[in-house]
């Protein structure tokens, strides 16, 4: 198990480790210097277990030996890989970052892959079985990373060009691009003898169309409206007035759902807001709410206009300017026959920071009184 | 393998250039394929060891919740206990509960229903080999998740029911809730995994002849709780990715300034947590439908009633939960509508007891221990069901739910009930599955103890709860503990010595397993003169099972085999015993037999989900790692081939090997 | 040991078994505790007594059933156990027999049912209220808020926490919510129990018959100090509900001038103010003194304490504030002269100084509760319950003679 090349590795580990703990001890425990060391026992300990666990790749008899050595070693691209992404490590440390991580991507795969391509060429003279137990320690790492980067370009691709046409393009691009491919592979199924070939092209096809269209999509950005919302911050615009707020109003909610036992309910009808409590049937002019409890009041409106339900809830001054602001809750403007919601939370008692009350813009004198104790 | 290597420096010439066929060069890339040793059981998929594995780990747990029990019986001993503080006795009785139902309950049933359901309808195995180590070793991760929290930082304090808000990071501030999420879900995919598995051997892998109503009313019961495993385990899992969202990614399910409602968390639970406990009976009923009439020499009475009841409870199971929220305000609508489901789904469990003790009426009862366990459980859930039938009278419940009646009542209907089963399985099986007999002398002190211990400790609690000790209270006071001798100080009293004397008959239980492992009695194949195709079998069993699948003519196949009826005088005639009947399936054995072969894909899996669910907890970084391991694994699992190839075994297979040979 | 022999042994052992249990549970029936303050069959309430008529009824349908199946079990063992007779008849069940014993339970839970249903809806009816009383519980006490009702003589609304008082004979509503987490109401002399869930308002009758007191507790575990969140309803006479209301509305009386009380009232001003609220208490500038638990206190509140000496616990009515000789006048006293010893309230001569002091001293050492100033960072630095105010003793006598004038 511990053969001669894992010897030297565990050698190293050895040293290493020992030199760690004699510069922990005598130098600096927090410096680079202990982490340097430590990587590099680490690294080689890793380097040693990696020989032992292959027996240094070497065959077990002479014989064998002498058979694999008939083998011409064959082609491989990964050694251009590993100099590809050396030059583009080097290069991104002067310019991008993405540089740099894609040249370390490209050579860890590249180092990965030529090292066991090696290993597995030296294992036996029968270059089938050779690459099968190639594919036996490689393909658990390339199809779920492959399947996982494809996935992944696909995805990125498509939500650019979704992103960055308007809606309505995007429905009709969707709708378009999925029959497309329901249809191809229709017909690809149908014809089971069609060459790999062809289907390879038109797969080819496909994956450029897409991809060129996110890159150029990606770099002309999302579009305006998409853009306008996440700076000025659309949906929290609270007017609450009686007329329609651009944004919090766009499609209001039409009902509340999960919504039982609430605190009290306020009904709008013929003009008139009416607030009852939850438990007692008739009508109250005064809502009392204990303080700081985070309770659920009903606003149904059945009245054909909209209307919506407004809790004044005193002032509170904005800081550092000794302004006082109003503090308002409202709900989404609420049509006929619908209901919202507002839940509220009243810190302090109606004598410290009163008078509080409900209020439905568009009514005159429909308030109703809301006492903290 | 020597541990220096050094090449060989002969150098053999040879006239021609052979071509060399290939070498073991492969290292530790063969697959774990040894039959004996700690590999043979770590790497298995064979359903036998992996139910011996699941028992093993379901013990260990029930012994650990076992003592977190006894601690809080210990602190209620007296009044202002002190042995365990308010922090300690809530993550006491939360881990207590969790340990017992997920780590314990459902394990123990699952090392049953793999171990003999198999057996039980003549399979070699169940559908998915691998597919059931995972399940296994996801348990057994997730237990460790678990209980890792009490070293990490304080356990789970919120109750095994764990309401929001109170489970959210302002009222429970410490790691121990989003051990108990990230546990559960583990555990919990587990059972999802197992419950998938068995429903597909039970409907694809019976033997021939071995229609659904000829299958044992074990298997039976299996079926019906993996049905209710597939439909109500999805349930809690949402809710409780709901709150590890809550606690650890700052989302607002359950949060009520947000709007939120905290009874979406109770109906969530619930919903999962009623079948639940179909879950964790159903098994023990089907344990003690086998163990009854083998003991009464007698097939089970009304063997349709009893398996539609149980489909009937599993089904109606799904439409009672809101009985255990009859006090959080639901509505007089909802409320009465439960409370009505709720008795009728006492009608099909009083119809199994009825069968159950008309199945020894006219018998000839033999009284073994595990007759007795059974017996047990027919008593004691009786009490616990009649109990249960007056928690289902809504308005009495508002007064009795959250006091000690309850407590009461669900000990009597779990220990009373599921864990008397399992017991009575253990007396039942062991014979079989480790080819010794439990000593019986043993086994009754255990049985006695037991039973005299459980009515100790939970009958008082029926008095504790009607005269108004709540819950979940880490003291109790003189101050609303009453007057006289017999007041609530009494009471508590008892039941904590009753704990004891409990802890006493399952510590016999321990003896009696040790004991009979070092010098049992060897057990013949068929001890019990038993009905049913899992005794068929050499005991423990052959590795493949049968040497040939039998063929089913009868329910109760075996015992056919056994006895022929005179018809004319109704009296059974014995026509040969098991032995010979196993003997001659040995002489007739089938010789090709394919076994699926170990792999180390089921245990990697699931320690990459075990690092993946601490990712959660400890930062992305360990997620993404957590992550590589469970995709790479799945690649792994999937490309590999379900059978070793031939080259893994050492000396390869189709030589002169002891390995079993594996062909094509 | 023959298998005959053994059977007869074990059926000898099983039929001493039953009979040991049988005299063991008669025992055990017989065996309660004399007047358990929580016990659910001695309902003192309309409420209670229609659940302790469905408990009855089921509790007996389930103990004839219980005794039956004793029966049944024992006779089967002893009859049919093994005692060498051959392998019996093969029988597989009898499809009459088993139609009808599903049928008889089905008929009486029907029976069962239509009770329930019944009841159900009786108990849930709120159209016939009285008198409403908010209740919201908070880690770990509970806060009773009675808004306006001029039929009662409630002008302005009062608060209090620990002891509800009510009118005896009256159809009491109240509205639970909770601050926090879920808690539950639970008197069991009155009425079954009803969770108390932040966010939302559940409703629950309380009747008392006559005047008392009657012992409660919150039933859903709501964290630490699950155990120390108790209560009592305090039901009075009419008249001294009124007497009560008037009381409890009274304008605040400040200590006289240079007595320990008055440096006691400044103590207030320093330390308590901050989230205990005493209606009508003024600084020494003459403004009112408003109390800020929002500020201090995670879930925005502390028990109010104007009126404090009115009820006879505190701390979430764990503690008396009664000496134990005067306890016993309070709450064993007949129902008739209840009220009048209720209103007198604790004076400083009943007063339960060491329990109190303790409290001031390290309210956190007697109660488990979320008080540790450097561990406050998951509620934004908000404590959960009363800290530890390092109140030297001379500060705790003038709070203590302070608080007695709050009555």
Known sequence: MITTGSKYFYGVTALATIAMVLYMLFVNPNDIGTVALGSLASAAALLGGLTSFTRDSTAHTAKEAVATAEQPAPAAVWPLIVAVGIVMLVFGLATNPIVFVLGIVALVAGGVEWLVQDYASRASADSTFNSQLRGRLLHPLEFPVAAAVIVGIIAISFSRIMLNISKSAGAIVFIIVSSLILIVGFLVALKPNMRGRAVGALCSVGAVALIGAGIVTGISGERAELVEAAEEDHYSHMECGAEADKYFDKHPNNAVSLKSATLATITVRDGKAVATLSGLDTPVETVTIPRSNNVQVLFRNMDAEEHRLVAELGEKPVADTGVKEKVEQCTQLTGEDQVNVLTLNIPKSSEAAGPYKFIVPGLEGQAIEVYVP | ????????????????????????????????????????????????????????????????????????????????????????????????????????????????????????????????????????????????????????????????????????????????????????????????????????????????????????????????????????????????????????????????????????????????????????????????????????????????????????????????????????????????????????????????????????????????????????????????????????????????????????????????????????????????????MLNERLGSWNFWLMFIGMNMTFGPMHILGLQGQPRRMYVWTEARAGEGFFNLGFWNLISSIGSFVLALGVLFFLINVVQTARKGKQAPFDPWDARTLEWITTSPPKEHNFDRIPTVHHLDEFFHRKYVEDEATHTMKAIATGEEIVRNEEANAESHIHLPSASYWPLVLAIGVGVLGLGVLYGVPIMVLGAAIVLLSSFGWVMEPSVAEDSDYDPPAGGTSKELASHG | MSRHAMS?????????????????????????????????????????????????????????????????????????????????????????????????????????????????????????????????????????????????????????????????????????????????????????????????????????????????????????????????????????????????????????????????????????????????????????????????????????????????????????????????????????????????????????????????????????????????????GKYRGMPYLALSESDIDKLVAYLLTLK
């Open chain 3, 8 to 380: 007869a042994r074990n059926a000898r052992r099983v039929r001493a078994l039953a009979i040991t249990t049988l005299v063991g549970a008669s025992m055990f029936l017989a065996g309660c505790a004399k007047d358990a303050p929580q016990d659910v069959f001695q309902p003192k309430g309309e409420n209670a007594a229609d659940i302790n008529n469905l408990q009855y009824m089921v509790f007996g349908i389930a103990g004839v059933v219980g005794v039956i199946m004793t029966v049944l079990f024992v006779v089967t063992m002893t009859k049919f156990r093994d005692k060498g007779q051959p392998i019996p008849e093969q029988s597989h069940g009898k499809p009459a027999l088993e139609i009808t014993l599903t049928i008889i339970p089905a008929l009486i839970l029907s029976v069962v049912g239509v009770f329930t249903f019944r009841g159900v809806f009786d108990l849930a009816e709120t159209k016939d209220t009285e008198l409403v009383i908010n209740v919201t519980g908070q880690q770990w006490w509970w806060e009773y808020d009675y808004p306006v009702q001029g039929d009662w003589g409630i002008d302005k609304p009062i608060i209090t926490s620990g002891q509800l008082v009510m009118p005896a004979g009256t159809k009491v509503l109240i509205r639970e919510t909770s601050r926090d987490v879920i808690h539950s109401y639970w008197i069991p002399a009155l009425n079954g129990k009803r969770d108390a869930v932040p966010g939302r308002i559940h409703t629950l009758r309380l009747h008392a018959d006559n005047p008392g007191i009657y012992a409660g507790q919150c039933t859903e575990f709501c964290g630490l100090s699950h155990a120390n969140m108790r209560m009592e309803a305090v039901a009075l006479s009419n008249e001294d509900f009124a007497t009560w209301v008037k009381n409890q509305q009274a304008a605040y009386k400040a200590p006289q001038k240079d007595s320990l009380a008055e440096q006691g009232e400044a103590v207030f001003l320093n330390q308590c103010v901050r989230c205990h609220q005493v209606n009508g208490l003024k600084k020494p500038d003459g403004t009112a003194a408003i109390a800020a638990p929002d500020e201090n206190v995670y879930a925005g509140a502390a028990p109010n304490l104007s009126k404090f000496m009115s009820r006879n616990t505190f701390a979430g009515a764990v503690w008396d504030l009664l000496k134990k000789e005067c306890r016993g006048n309070v709450w064993d006293a007949k129902s008739e002269e209840f009220g009048a010893k209720y209103l007198e309230g604790v004076s400083a001569d009943c007063l339960n100084e060491v329990d109190l002091r303790r409290w001031l001293r390290n309210a956190p050492a007697m109660k488990p509760m979320y008080a540790d100033p450097t561990k406050l960072e998951p509620t934004d």
């Open chain 2, 1 to 436: 393998m020597a541990i220096i290597e050094r090449p060989s420096t002969e150098l053999e010439v040879s006239n021609t250039p052979s071509v060399v066929a290939p070498s073991t060069t492969l290292g530790n890339l063969r697959r774990p394929v040894q039959s004996t040793g700690w590999k043979s059981w770590l790497f298995t998929v064979d359903h036998k060891k992996i139910g011996i594995m699941y028992g093993v780990f379901a013990m260990i747990f029930f012994i650990i919740g076992g003592v977190e029990a006894l601690l809080i019986r210990l602190q209620l001993a007296a009044p202002d206990g002190k042995v365990l503080s308010a922090d300690l006795y809530n993550q006491m009785f939360t881990m207590h509960a969790t340990t017992m139902v997920f780590l314990f309950a459902m394990p123990m049933a699952a090392a049953f229903a793999n171990y003999f359901l198999p057996l039980q309808i003549g399979a070699r195995d169940v559908a998915f080999p691998r597919m059931n180590a995972l399940g296994l070793w996801f348990l057994v991760v997730g237990g460790l998740v678990l209980n890792a929290a009490w070293f990490l930082g304080g356990a789970a304090d919120g109750g095994w029911f764990m309401y929001a808000p109170n489970s959210g990071p302002v009222f429970s501030p410490s790691n121990g809730v989003d051990f108990w999420t990230l546990g559960l879900q583990i555990a919990g995919l587990g059972s999802l995994i197992g419950s998938i598995n068995l429903i597909v051997t039970v409907l694809n892998m019976r033997a021939p002849g071995m229609t659904m109503m000829k299958l044992p009313v074990f298997t039976w019961m299996i079926l019906v709780v993996q049905f209710l495993l597939v439909f109500s385990l999805p349930v809690i899992t949402v809710a409780l990715v709901l709150l590890m969202f809550q606690r650890s990614f700052g989302a607002t399910f359950f949060d009520v300034a947000q709007g939120a409602d905290p009874l979406l968390w109770q109906h969530l639970f619930w919903i999962f947590g009623h079948p639940e406990v179909y879950v964790l009976i159903l098994p023990a009923f089907g344990i003690i439908s086998e163990v009854l009439p083998t003991f009464s020499r007698k097939p089970l009475f009304g063997y349709p009633f009893v398996v539609f009841s149980g489909g009937a409870i599993g089904f109606v199971g799904f439409g009672v939960w809101a009985h255990h929220m009859f006090a959080a305000g639901l509505g007089p609508v909802s409320v009465a509508v439960f409370s009505v489901a709720t008795m009728a789904i006492a009608i099909p469990t009083g119809v199994k007891i009825f069968n159950w003790t008309l199945t020894m009426w006219g018998g000839k009862i033999w009284f073994t221990t595990a007759m007795k366990f059974a017996i047990g459980l027919v008593v004691l859930f009786t009490i616990g069901g009649l109990s249960g039938v007056t928690h289902s009278v809504a308005p009495s419940d508002t007064q009795q739910t959250d006091t000690y009646y309850i407590v009461a009542h669900f000990h009597y209907v779990l220990f009373g009930g599921m864990v008397f089963g399992l017991f009575s399985g253990f007396y039942y099986w062991w014979p079989k599955m480790f080819g010794k």
